[in-house]
């Protein structure tokens, strides 16, 4: 960052480089940019008088001239370098004084391992069945039971849930008869309470699951 002279230290140049001293020495001994000293004489003196001494300072040395153009050029750059990194380094305090950094503490608690509860089939005591549905039978009139796997729909479930043997049950006749066959056939359901009281029974035989529609009932 360019160095601010003080009132004192401006008097004291010009007074120095009127005596004589160069520019170039002047910026050693106050430690700053020959550009500095150069903006400062030229605001205390007129631009004539600035003129004469510099043209006096260059007939003392011949190299001045370049030197002095080559150093202010020098001189402005680092200023300009200056005055960035001075806007950056403010941008910096400013954003750390708005956003302190703050240590959030770890969580502490332990992980539940536990099998997760089953949260997709309904249980038979809370299930309201339709009044009236249909069911797929053999000639003998004995159930068609299927495994929960081979439901498209249901194969997100765990894989002791898909190993499930199910019966499934329909709310629409015409959906009943057209995954019907020949050897088999439809039979209506007209009090669907059965379910429940045959529930036991079901479970004996190894079938956990009633498929209906959309919803999964467990017994």
Known sequence: MAKRLSKKQKEEILKLFTIGKTIEELSVEFDCTKLTIS??????LSEQKFKELISKEKLKNP???????????????????AQENNIEENKIEEFTSITPFVEI??????????????????PISEMQFPKLVFMIVDKT??????YLKDYPDWQ????????????????????????CNKERKVIKIPNTEVFKIVAPILLLKGIS??????????L
């Open 209 to 218: 699951r009633i498929v209906c529609s959309n919803k999964l009932i467990a």
């Open 39 to 44: 903006r400062n004489l030229k605001k205390n």
């Open 141 to 146: 009139i004995e159930l068609e039971t299927k």
């Open 63 to 81: 190299n001045i001239g370049k030197d002095n153009k080559n150093n202010t050029n020098k001189d402005i750059n680092n200023e300009k370098f």
């Open 156 to 179: 997100f479930l765990s894989k002791d849930e898909l190993n499930r043997k199910t019966i499934e049950i329909y709310e629409d006749l015409k959906i009943a008869k057209r995954f």
């Open 105 to 122: 503490t770890p969580l502490d608690f332990e992980i539940e391992n536990a099998p997760q509860k089953d949260l997709s089939s309904i």
